[in-house]
């Protein structure tokens, strides 16, 4: 796995191991997050029960013994014996082990340490709420000024604050902060946090679970699909390039028949119709003056015949093209064609060196420049024309223009001379071996026919 994540990268993982990995990751987190929050809500919900239950139970013996901070702001003595007993050598002292009376503006008017009592410290927001009328309460948190005492006793401890209300108005006269002693409490917080992880966790586990299960099937499903895609996409590559491969070795086979054909015309018919036309000339001397204008309109016809028997001849012959390179080959298209038409082609090559195409390949650029220097000579009067080939790499460009009037749309496949197959047929070569023939107008005017082919697949 840490070889193919060093090759591909996160791309080159499965879908199930992009979900497993991305998804543990947010499934951590939406544990830790989740548990902090359920953990701390009931952390906070059991700490203002107990923090209530304690209040009201203090309130009601704490209450009536510190009226008289209605209408004074310092608690009698009696009223601070009265406390103080209340909170030595009984049940309620063991769980409360101190306790402070406070005053508005943060004035302490009793304690069970007195040495702080008639002192003030600057209010916590947990006081300024109580003297509005909300018990509050914070769980191990002892250190503010007054609670040096506190934190130095080494036990847990649950700090209440409880207003208390003159029992005649029920408006708030002081707040009464005790600290009682949560052992028990820190352990039934301390499983209830391990509780609500444990069931977080549980439940977390068991939707990544039930998630991955669900992505792990589809990912497989993808996985297969994927691999009869690539496998028919393999078999319909090697069927294109064996249909490729037949097109281009029936191509070759074509005008290697065409070549014989060609040769047979001009070894033939041709040489048959030349012994025809030296009897003429033996057959003119035996009619005499009278016959001689028949004799002359035949040799004229046979004449003809010859002549154009050599033109097809030679239109249908190749040169030794397996054996010429394609510099060679196109030099040699431009002579012939300047020879019949006698119309210059400027020729470009752009070829790497040790650069060799097979012979069906040679056949398709010769048919090409051959067909396009034909319909530029036939359709644009031979203005211009040119050709050029440029190999980069694997692609091959070849381009035969000239600067005639060119043409709104591909003309038909008629050709020019009636010796090669026309546009149609040198469309249907072109992609026999893969490529694309595409005929165009050109910048500046003209028309251009542009052939592209991509020699992988030669």
């Known amino acids: 796995m840490d070889d193919l994540w060093r090759r591909k990268g996160w791309s080159g993982l499965s879908l199930a191991r992009q979900f497993a990995l991305a998804g543990g990751v947010v499934m951590l987190v939406a544990t830790g997050l989740v548990g902090w929050f359920v953990a701390g809500r009931i952390e906070q919900v059991v700490v203002r029960?107990?923090?209530?239950?304690?209040?009201?139970?203090?309130?009601?013996?704490?209450?009536?013994?510190?009226?008289?901070?209605?209408?004074a702001d310092n608690l009698s003595d009696e009223s601070r014996a009265r406390i103080g007993a209340l909170l030595e050598n009984t049940a309620l002292g063991r769980r409360v082990v101190s306790f402070k009376i406070w005053r508005q503006g943060g004035f302490l008017a009793d304690a069970s340490n007195t040495a702080l009592?008639?002192?003030?410290?600057?209010?916590?927001?947990?006081l300024k709420l109580a003297w509005a009328g909300e018990v509050r309460a914070d769980f191990e948190d002892t250190g503010d000024p007054e609670d040096k005492d506190e934190n130095a006793l080494g036990v847990p401890l649950l700090e209440i604050y409880s207003p208390i209300r003159d029992v005649e108005t029920g408006r708030v006269i002081a707040v009464a902060e005790f600290y009682e002693v949560a052992t028990q409490l820190k352990a039934d917080l301390a499983r209830a946090r391990l509780a609500s992880w444990t069931t977080v966790a549980l439940v977390m586990l068991v939707i990544g679970a039930s998630l991955f299960a669900i992505v792990?099937?589809?990912?497989?499903t993808i996985d297969r699909q994927l691999a009869a895609l690539t496998e028919l996409s393999a078999r319909n590559v090697a069927l294109r390039l064996r249909v490729q491969g037949a097109a281009a070795r029936f191509a070759a086979m074509n005008d290697q028949t065409l070549r014989r054909i060609g040769a047979d015309?001009?070894?033939?018919?041709?040489?048959?119709?030349?012994?025809?036309a030296l009897r003429l000339d033996a057959l003119r001397q035996a009619v005499g003056p009278k016959g001689s204008a028949s004799v002359d309109e035949v040799a004229r016809a046979v004449k003809d015949a010859i002549s154009e028997i050599r033109t097809i001849s030679?239109?249908?012959?190749?040169?030794?093209?397996d054996r010429r390179s394609l510099r060679d080959l196109l030099q040699r298209l431009a002579e012939a064609h300047k020879a019949r038409t006698g119309v210059d082609v400027a020729v470009s090559c752009s070829i790497p060196p040790g650069v060799e195409l097979p012979e069906a390949a040679k056949i398709c650029i010769y048919r090409f420049v051959?067909?396009?220097?034909?319909?530029?000579?036939?359709?644009?009067?031979?203005?211009?024309?040119?050709?050029d080939l440029m190999i980069d790499g694997d692609d091959l460009r070849l381009t035969v223009a000239d600067r005639g009037p060119g043409f709104a749309a591909p003309p038909p496949g008629a050709g020019a001379d009636g010796t090669t197959l026309g546009l149609a047929g040198l469309?249907?070569?072109?992609?026999?071996?893969g490529g694309q023939l595409t005929a165009r107008k050109r910048a500046g005017g003209g028309a251009e026919l542009v052939m592209t082919l991509d020699l992988r697949g030669l």
């Open 427 to 433: 469309g249907d070569r072109v992609e026999s071996l």
């Open 216 to 220: 792990l099937r589809g990912s497989r």
């Open 49 to 71: 029960n107990t923090a209530n239950a304690t209040a009201l139970y203090m309130e009601s013996f704490v209450a009536p013994l510190t009226q008289d901070l209605g209408h």
């Open 370 to 387: 051959q067909e396009g220097l034909n319909n530029g000579w036939h359709h644009a009067e031979g203005k211009e024309q040119s050709v």
């Open 265 to 276: 015309l001009h070894d033939g018919p041709a040489q048959q119709m030349g012994f025809a």
């Open 117 to 126: 009592v008639g002192r003030t410290f600057p209010p916590t927001e947990n």
């Open 314 to 321: 030679r239109g249908l012959s190749l040169p030794d093209i």
